[in-house]
């Protein structure tokens, strides 16, 4: 390619990439456009003042301790509350309000008046808040401020589509400003059993598994209950994530020259298989040890490691898998055992050996 030709080849990127990013801002402008879908940022705010006694906190989708709490009351002792709290009128003698926004500065509130003595604090009203609109600001506050745990988050967005059931997730994702698949993906998480779920929030395993662990239970590739065990296990460490998908039923698709590959696997033990040649036989070799009763394929000349993890991988699911593992494979004959085991990312051979050796053990 000449300089010209190449120097014209880089302007036409470089004006395709300037192009990319005016219609990616244009969408954004225009999302900014739509109309809201309700009308809770229109509604009037006004100050008041109150103790904290008369504040009520709402059940937060927030759990565990909250960050620098301490450094805020420093912060609000020496330069002042500079965003009050956001509350609501509970039309309540005792507690005639509730919080809505702001529960870290409330906390931080609270430890002033315990370390000196109880005073009013500057509040702001929103006038006329729903239920439904109450735990959406609460929602939207603290997503913005760290991303929740997903069982947490699933579990604040049903809550809000119980007090209003014709918003649907895609909605509530709009309000609080969440990602809609991340909200969807979420919500599918509460099908889990609650062992599951509970493994989840405590961080034994992680979305993306447990998303992964759902749909093989939706499927019928694992029951709830041996979906159970294997979380048990990963989260005890006695498998690995790699294990605990093939334990779930994972089958990684066949690569993209599959029927290539196993045509040549094919033809490599046909010619494997035919005798050798007068003058290259060892039957005149009276110290002959004899060799195996099947060739390994010629695919694996020159084994290393990772080719053995195959060729052991791939003579086991011949000779040993169990009927299930074989259907789900596609396995109907040696070339397809060795052409699945050779599919795999060299990683996964020893952890999918396990988890099949294993069914094939609780089989007997």
Do not use: C
């Amino acid at each position: 390619m000449s300089v010209d030709k190449l120097q014209e080849a880089e302007e036409q990127v470089a004006q395709m990439r300037e192009e990319a990013a005016r219609d990616e801002q244009d969408a954004l402008r225009e999302d900014l456009r739509r109309p809201p879908l309700d009308e809770t940022a229109a509604k009037a705010h006004r100050p008041i003042t109150a103790p904290l006694a008369h504040v009520r906190t709402m059940t937060n989708m927030r759990t565990g301790p909250l960050e620098d709490i301490h450094e805020l009351a420093v912060s609000i002792r020496e330069t002042g509350l500079l965003h009050p709290p956001l509350v609501r009128e509970t039309n309540e003698d005792e507690q005639p309000y509730e919080l809505l926004a702001g529960q870290r500065r409330f906390a931080a509130m609270k430890l002033l008046d315990d370390a000196d003595e109880a005073r009013d604090w500057r509040f702001t009203i929103v006038d006329g808040v729903s239920t439904r609109e109450a735990l959406t600001m609460q929602f939207a506050e603290n997503f913005h401020q760290s991303k929740p745990e997903p069982v947490q988050f699933a579990r604040a967005v049903r809550l809000i589509m119980k007090e209003d059931e014709s918003l649907t997730a895609a909605e509530v994702s709009r309000i609080v400003g969440a990602p809609v698949d991340w909200t969807r993906k979420s919500l599918k998480l509460l099908e889990l059993p609650e062992g599951i779920l509970a493994r989840v929030e405590r961080g034994d395993l992680s979305f993306t598994t447990a998303d992964f662990v759902r749909r093989q239970v939706a499927r019928g590739a694992v029951t709830e209950q041996k979906a159970q065990e294997l979380v048990e296990a990963h989260a005890e460490g006695g498998l690995s994530s790699t294990e605990l998908k093939f334990g779930a039923g994972y089958v990684p698709p066949p690569p993209k020259d599959y029927e290539e590959t196993s045509a040549r696997l094919d033809a490599a033990r046909r010619e494997a298989s035919k005798p050798a040649p007068r003058e290259e036989r060892d039957e005149d070799w009276s110290d002959a040890s004899p060799g195996p009763s099947e060739p390994a394929p010629a695919m694996y000349d020159g084994l290393g490691d990772a080719e053995v993890d195959a060729f052991v991988l791939g003579a086991f699911l011949h000779h040993s898998a169990t009927p299930r593992t074989k259907k789900l494979l596609r396995i109907t004959g040696e070339a397809d055992a060795h052409e699945y085991a050779r599919s795999l990312r060299p990683h996964e051979r020893l952890p999918a050996l396990r988890s099949f050796a294993r069914e094939a053990i609780d089989a007997i």
